[in-house]
């Protein structure tokens, strides 16, 4: 389990903004395939805009992690922490803080991270437990390998189109190619 969290309701409110559109895709057919066009913000509302979030590399030798956050608060919508296994490997524990409608705690399912125009990632998450102001909720959490593609599509991209559970948001990736490189050179 992901190390507890405070957040202010506002922003667990606004992890999650409820899209009932679907994804906006257009673009000319070349013979054989039809290239996707970038989803729109109006069908990925911007989930971090409106408080300034950014990426930030928390690595202080000891807990290698990654957020994206709102500076000097606690306030986050996406956690990443290095876990060193008994075994000798790595994985990234994720956290997305925010509620998808329908899940309750333990549900699996999957989701998909999109960057720019490129490939849906699909994730399988489980909605698992953790303390956010006192109060015990359910988040989505998953686990990832250190190598996983998502990595360096987030790094190199310029915005995620999250689509979980047919709640769509997405997040810019300003400054995710630093704070990513750093955090992942220090989870090895």
């Given at each position: 389990?992901?190390?507890?969290?405070?957040?202010?309701?506002?922003?667990?409110?606004?992890?999650?903004?409820?899209?009932?559109?679907?994804a906006?895709?257009s673009?000319a057919?070349?013979d054989?395939?039809?290239?996707?066009?970038?989803?729109?913000?109006?069908?990925?509302?911007?989930?971090?805009?409106?408080?300034?979030?950014?990426?930030?590399?928390?690595?202080?030798?000891?807990?290698?992690?990654?957020?994206?956050?709102?500076?000097?608060?606690?306030?986050?919508?996406w956690?990443?922490?290095?876990?060193?296994?008994?075994?000798?490997?790595?994985?990234?524990?994720?956290?997305?803080?925010?509620?998808?409608?329908?899940?309750?705690?333990?549900d699996?399912?999957?989701?998909t991270?999109?960057?720019?125009?490129?490939?849906?990632?699909?994730?399988?998450?489980?909605?698992?437990?953790?303390?956010?102001?006192?109060?015990?909720?359910?988040?989505?959490?998953?686990?990832?390998?250190?190598?996983?593609?998502?990595?360096?599509?987030?790094?190199?991209?310029n915005?995620?189109?999250?689509?979980?559970?047919?709640?769509?948001?997405?997040?810019?990736l300003?400054?995710?190619?630093?704070?990513?490189?750093?955090f992942?050179?220090?989870?090895?």
């Open positions: 389990m992901l190390k507890r969290y405070t957040l202010s309701a506002a922003a667990i409110v606004l992890a999650l903004v409820a899209s009932s559109g679907s906006t895709q673009g057919v070349d054989e395939m039809a290239r996707p066009a970038i989803p729109s913000r109006e069908d990925y509302p911007d989930a971090g805009q409106a408080f300034g979030m950014v990426w930030h590399n928390e690595s202080d030798g000891k807990l290698p992690m990654l957020t994206f956050m709102v500076p000097e608060t606690d306030n986050r919508l956690a990443m922490r290095c876990e060193k296994l008994d075994n000798g490997s790595v994985r990234i524990a994720n956290m997305i803080i925010a509620t998808p409608r329908e899940m309750v705690a333990d699996q399912f999957g989701f991270v999109r960057v720019d125009d490129g490939a849906s990632i699909g994730v399988l998450a489980r909605m698992l437990p953790t303390q956010i102001e006192g109060q015990d909720l359910v988040m989505p959490q998953f686990y990832l390998p250190n190598n996983h593609t998502l990595f360096p599509a987030l790094a190199r991209g915005r995620a189109f999250v689509n979980l559970n047919g709640n769509r948001f997405s997040v810019h300003k400054g995710s190619g630093d704070a990513l490189v750093s992942l050179r220090a989870c090895r």
